[in-house]
């Protein structure tokens, strides 16, 4: 399985931004896909989730400004960032959970991350 992430960037404050990320390979199903990000000297921290049935979940930081969705027909995650901050400058990793199709077990992987920048 392989995840491609990109979509990052340099953005002024209130700016907007997409992040996609592709997932392929031997995909049976993936739930949940997720976005986390990590700022310079912080943890990583969940932004947002969708899984297949069409919930979705937010972080307090983000609600209102990011909304996150899938295209199960393209294995692909999209989060778009409106109204961006400055705080919301990190690396943005995208995290799935797979079933494989050849062999039925479930595992997590994570994209090679993507940088947002928001200048003041």
């Known amino acids: 399985v392989q995840l491609q992430a990109f979509g990052g960037g340099l953005v002024q404050a209130g700016g907007f931004l997409r992040l996609s990320c592709i997932v392929s390979g031997n995909i049976f199903r993936i739930d949940p896909m997720r976005w986390y990000r990590q700022a310079a000297g912080k943890q990583r921290e969940l932004v947002a989730a969708?899984?297949?049935?069409?919930?979705?979940m937010h972080a307090d930081s983000v609600k209102g400004r990011f909304t996150i969705s899938r295209d199960n027909t393209k294995n692909t995650v999209y989060l778009q960032m409106n109204n961006l901050k400055p705080e919301d400058t990190a690396v943005y990793y995208c995290?799935?959970?797979?079933?494989?199709?050849?062999?039925?077990?479930?595992?997590?992987?994570w994209g090679q991350g993507t940088l947002v920048t928001v200048s003041s």
């Open positions: 969708a899984i297949s049935t069409g919930d979705r």
């Open positions: 995290n799935v959970h797979v079933q494989d199709r050849r062999n039925g077990a479930y595992r997590h992987y």
